[in-house]
């Protein structure tokens, strides 16, 4: 069994027999699901089969398509009217870029040590955080006041990549061409602390020295950099739609299906602002 690098999947625990423990087996007849308090999607309550309540459905490809189709809908919406209210005054966009990146930032944490990954609100309540955060950011990024160049084009450009690879991605796991294993979730987690660790010290060193390690400064350092995240986030798609696959194999509830939105929407959000930044990069040159 393998875990995922995205922050929503990867603690998922394991049971005998390759499901996931918690959500039962995918025996015809099973009866019942395990116990809920040690499992990732936060239930406490034990169900046995003389109880009357009837047991959740099992999730589907269906139900994570729709929530995650809910949850990119409220990404966009509000990214859209953030852009517009930076549009409209230009003072607002660091506001809500920091804003909308602390309040998704608490949440994703809250999902998932609180193990509420399948709470709609709380996940709703993370893609409009990030909208906010997306929209003012893209602004910066593309606007003459903040340095930026491109416009709406440049947006447009970064969507059609972002969408792009995780389709690229999807297809790449559906065919086997590349094959999830434990050595591959390992070198990808790995490389997602080392991405991590290097940002974190980039930040750190940019109060010390203009530029920091050069990272984000838009040389050649920073070009290398973004083609390093942006090929860790495509590989992280393959870890999560392997994750989000077992899981319906394992007849995980239907409402597991949010926690599955959840976490890809943050690999998008990732990848996306880093498909941007790079692109601003080579705009500017």
Not at 103 to 113: E, K, M, N, S, Y
Not at 202 to 211: E, K, M, Q, V, W
Not at 243 to 254: C, M, N, S, T, V
């Amino acid at each position: 069994m393998r875990t995922s690098s995205n922050p929503i999947f990867k603690n998922l625990p394991q049971q005998q027999g390759g499901g996931y423990a918690g959500f039962g087996s995918a025996a015809a007849g099973a009866g019942q699901f395990a116990q809920y308090g040690q499992q990732p999607y936060g239930y406490e309550q034990q169900y046995q089969p003389s109880q009357a309540a009837p047991a959740a459905r099992p999730m589907t490809i269906d139900d994570v398509v729709t929530k995650t189709g809910i949850t990119l809908g409220v990404v966009t919406v509000a990214a859209v009217l953030s852009y517009a209210l930076t549009a409209a005054n230009h003072a607002l966009a660091p506001l809500f870029v920091l804003v909308g990146g602390l309040v998704g930032l608490v949440l994703v944490l809250v999902a998932t040590f609180g193990r509420k990954q399948d709470n709609p609100a709380i996940v709703l309540s993370y893609a409009a955080a990030e909208g906010l955060f997306l929209g003012a950011l893209s602004f910066m990024f593309t606007n003459v006041a903040f340095g930026g160049v491109g416009g709406s084009g440049l947006i447009a450009q970064a969507v059609l990549g972002t969408f792009g690879v995780f389709f690229g991605m999807l297809v790449v796991y559906k065919t086997g061409a590349i094959r999830v294993t434990p050595r591959f979730t390992r070198m990808l987690f790995g490389a997602m602390i080392g991405v991590l660790v290097l940002m974190l010290g980039n930040l750190i060193a940019a109060f010390f020295t203009p530029g920091g390690f050069g990272l984000r400064d838009g040389g050649a350092i920073a070009i290398i950099f973004s083609l390093v995240c942006i090929a860790i986030a495509a590989f992280s798609f393959l870890l999560d739609f392997d994750a989000a696959d077992q899981l319906i194999r394992a007849q995980a509830p239907e409402k597991a299906a949010w926690g599955v939105a959840l976490g890809l929407t943050i690999t998008l959000v990732w990848l996306y602002t880093e498909i941007l930044r790079l692109l601003s990069y080579f705009q500017s040159e």
